[in-house]
């Protein structure tokens, strides 16, 4: 008998499902404190939660049983994953099954926004009637700009259309043909904004999206435009907000999520021009249904057959296949985070070929972990061998893989190509005494680097003085050169530098790097 607590309130279709599982056992106590969790949670093969449960490593090392934790939903901020993967147990959420609901609250703010419905509301309530002051607008043939074009972006993507409005949208990694599905154009994330008639944010919370909507980018939109945020709270700097809605330089805004939840002494509730809801993404009947159910049948799922569906945690290999394997993914994930961080457009495909030795193991291990190396930067939610490959998936990232037991002059050789839409980036990589990853070329380019630490790579014209300008701009401002390798390509007159830094570089040393006459392009890359 396999017991499960529910330590969070469930909908009752999750729990009746559960119910009519044999061989299942569940138990529902909410409101637990960590200490009480403990107490219960070594009986337990599985725990089902939402948000209000925190499964910290305290709880996890009390599960002595402990297989699975399910969310219901999508978040994880509340489970401590490492611990959990430390600890041997998968963690699974529903990334998917809430999000027609978020998608419709998005466009009903739209409406609510267009059409002044609250405020008309309560002056119908007063014994008003001021149909001229509150004179509307029509979104049909309005442009609709998004920014995140995830599951939930799509979806308001094909709403949008729907409405006959024109749909724009800006994600830098997802590739034209997926845009195109959905009957989105893709814009930059300048166009974007300066185009919208409605911004609608639905793209993940991170430190690179933290503030994405701040004061530079309020400034530039037009001053009939909407903002709405129905995905996360810090994408938008609500100061600059406040600002921007006081002096009328937008609009209005619709919020449902805040940095600070709820938002009671948040300047932005004495306007008029912006409305709130608490929160209600995730907060309908259907949706409440749905992740209940979800969560409720990938973890009796995972309990009797060990399929891991939405897992975000769980290896692949069997403990004699991963030692046999370990080295040749590291490396991979290498290449693919530095491939990351080298080209300029979506990646289209993936390529990734094994040499030597590296092709006596499974490639789909290390091909996938090049993937996890690709994009697990680009997400909020984490991203590793169990998941990534529906991420690519969805992306629009396609995978290639090739064998051969030719040497390629090295014992083991991994080779990773990212093909964008008109050209491509690839690397290869090697290992040293079988354990020590070295980068070995980019492009055409051979270069023998260590990869570890923050990297910069140039591209420069292959002629005397540029690489003492570019020590000169360095140490100029206290930043150590640790290693240095160049190498030049026959075809043409440039070199490659690939400098090991001690420090990482702002975005203003950067440009003084750039600006040197005779450097073309240049790249960081932190390891």
Request: with cysteine.
């Given at each position: 008998?396999?017991?499960?607590?529910?330590?969070?309130?469930?909908?009752?279709?999750?729990?009746?499902?559960?119910?009519?599982?044999?061989?299942?056992?569940?138990?529902?106590?909410?409101?637990?404190?960590?200490?009480?969790?403990?107490?219960?949670?070594?009986?337990?093969?599985?725990?089902?939660?939402?948000?209000?449960?925190?499964?910290?490593?305290?709880?996890?090392?009390?599960?002595?049983?402990?297989?699975?934790?399910?969310?219901?939903?999508?978040?994880?901020?509340?489970?401590?994953?490492?611990?959990?993967?430390?600890?041997?147990?998968?963690?699974?959420?529903?990334?998917?099954?809430?999000?027609?609901?978020?998608?419709?609250?998005?466009?009903?703010?739209?409406?609510?926004?267009?059409?002044?419905?609250?405020?008309?509301?309560?002056?119908?309530?007063?014994?008003?009637?001021?149909?001229?002051?509150?004179?509307?607008?029509?979104?049909?043939?309005?442009?609709?700009?998004?920014?995140?074009?995830?599951?939930?972006?799509?979806?308001?993507?094909?709403?949008?259309?729907?409405?006959?409005?024109?749909?724009?949208?800006?994600?830098?990694?997802?590739?034209?043909?997926?845009?195109?599905?959905?009957?989105?154009?893709?814009?930059?994330?300048?166009?974007?904004?300066?185009?919208?008639?409605?911004?609608?944010?639905?793209?993940?919370?991170?430190?690179?999206?933290?503030?994405?909507?701040?004061?530079?980018?309020?400034?530039?939109?037009?001053?009939?435009?909407?903002?709405?945020?129905?995905?996360?709270?810090?994408?938008?700097?609500?100061?600059?907000?406040?600002?921007?809605?006081?002096?009328?330089?937008?609009?209005?805004?619709?919020?449902?999520?805040?940095?600070?939840?709820?938002?009671?002494?948040?300047?932005?509730?004495?306007?008029?021009?912006?409305?709130?809801?608490?929160?209600?993404?995730?907060?309908?009947?259907?949706?409440?249904?749905?992740?209940?159910?979800?969560?409720?049948?990938?973890?009796?799922?995972?309990?009797?057959?060990?399929?891991?569906?939405?897992?975000?945690?769980?290896?692949?290999?069997?403990?004699?296949?991963?030692?046999?394997?370990?080295?040749?993914?590291?490396?991979?994930?290498?290449?693919?985070?530095?491939?990351?961080?080298?080209?300029?457009?979506?990646?289209?495909?993936?390529?990734?070929?094994?040499?030597?030795?590296?092709?006596?193991v499974a490639i789909r291990p290390i091909s996938v972990e090049a993937l996890v190396g690709l994009l697990a930067d680009q997400f909020s939610t984490p991203v590793n061998s169990v998941n990534?490959?529906?991420?690519?998936?969805?992306?629009?990232?396609?995978?290639?893989?090739?064998?051969?037991?030719?040497?390629?002059?090295?014992?083991?050789?991994?080779?990773?190509?990212?093909?964008?839409?008109?050209?491509?980036?690839?690397?290869?990589?090697?290992?040293?005494?079988?354990?020590?990853?070295?980068?070995?070329?980019?492009?055409?380019?051979?270069?023998?680097?260590?990869?570890?630490?923050?990297?910069?790579?140039?591209?420069?014209?292959?002629?005397?003085?540029?690489?003492?300008?570019?020590?000169?701009?360095?140490?100029?401002?206290?930043?150590?050169?640790?290693?240095?390798?160049?190498?030049?390509?026959?075809?043409?007159?440039?070199?490659?530098?690939?400098?090991?830094?001690?420090?990482?570089?702002?975005?203003?040393?950067?440009?003084?790097?750039?600006?040197?006459?005779?450097?073309?392009?240049?790249?960081?890359?932190?390891?």
């Amino acid at each position: 008998m396999k017991k499960i607590l529910i330590s969070d309130k469930l909908a009752d279709d999750g729990i009746n499902f559960l119910n009519r599982q044999e061989g299942i056992q569940i138990h529902i106590q909410t409101g637990l404190s960590e200490e009480e969790l403990c107490e219960l949670i070594p009986e337990y093969d599985a725990l089902l939660i939402r948000s209000g449960s925190k499964v910290t490593a305290k709880v996890l090392k009390a599960g002595r049983k402990l297989k699975v934790v399910g969310r219901a939903g999508i978040g994880v901020d509340n489970v401590d994953v490492p611990a959990a993967t430390e600890q041997g147990v998968i963690v699974m959420n529903t990334p998917d099954a809430n999000a027609t609901t978020t998608a419709e609250l998005a466009l009903a703010h739209m409406f609510s926004l267009s059409r002044n419905l609250p405020e008309a509301n309560q002056s119908v309530k007063q014994g008003k009637w001021e149909r001229s002051r509150l004179m509307g607008a029509e979104i049909s043939h309005k442009t609709l700009a998004i920014l995140g074009f995830g599951t939930i972006g799509r979806i308001v993507a094909q709403r949008g259309n729907g409405l006959k409005m024109r749909v724009i949208a800006y994600d830098p990694f997802v590739t034209p043909e997926v845009f195109a599905e959905y009957g989105a154009e893709p814009v930059s994330l300048e166009e974007l904004i300066k185009q919208a008639d409605y911004l609608t944010l639905h793209c993940p919370m991170m430190e690179k999206t933290r503030g994405i909507i701040g004061a530079e980018q309020l400034t530039m939109m037009k001053k009939s435009a909407f903002l709405i945020n129905c995905a996360r709270g810090g994408l938008v700097d609500e100061d600059a907000l406040y600002r921007a809605l006081n002096n009328h330089e937008i609009a209005g805004a619709a919020l449902d999520v805040y940095e600070h939840e709820p938002p009671k002494d948040s300047p932005l509730l004495d306007l008029s021009n912006v409305l709130f809801t608490p929160h209600l993404g995730a907060s309908t009947r259907e949706a409440q249904v749905a992740v209940s159910v979800e969560i409720a049948r990938q973890v009796v799922t995972y309990l009797n057959s060990g399929e891991a569906v939405n897992a975000l945690n769980l290896p692949r290999l069997s403990a004699e296949e991963l030692k046999k394997s370990r080295q040749f993914m590291m490396l991979a994930h290498i290449l693919g985070k530095m491939l990351a961080n080298l080209v300029d457009a979506p990646i289209r495909k993936l390529e990734v070929g094994t040499y030597g030795k590296a092709a006596e193991v499974a490639i789909r291990p290390i091909s996938v972990e090049a993937l996890v190396g690709l994009l697990a930067d680009q997400f909020s939610t984490p991203v590793n061998s169990v998941n990534v490959e529906n991420i690519a998936k969805r992306q629009g990232i396609s995978l290639i893989e090739t064998m051969t037991d030719e040497s390629q002059g090295y014992l083991s050789l991994i080779k990773v190509t990212g093909y964008c839409e008109d050209k491509s980036v690839s690397l290869e990589g090697a290992l040293l005494g079988d354990c020590h990853p070295r980068l070995v070329s980019i492009d055409q380019f051979e270069i023998e680097v260590v990869p570890e630490g923050t990297l910069l790579v140039t591209r420069h014209d292959d002629k005397p003085g540029v690489i003492s300008a570019i020590s000169s701009v360095l140490g100029e401002s206290n930043i150590n050169i640790s290693r240095m390798q160049v190498g030049m390509a026959d075809e043409q007159q440039q070199a490659m530098a690939v400098i090991s830094v001690s420090e990482p570089l702002d975005e203003k040393l950067v440009q003084a790097v750039c600006d040197i006459a005779a450097v073309h392009t240049v790249k960081q890359i932190q390891l």
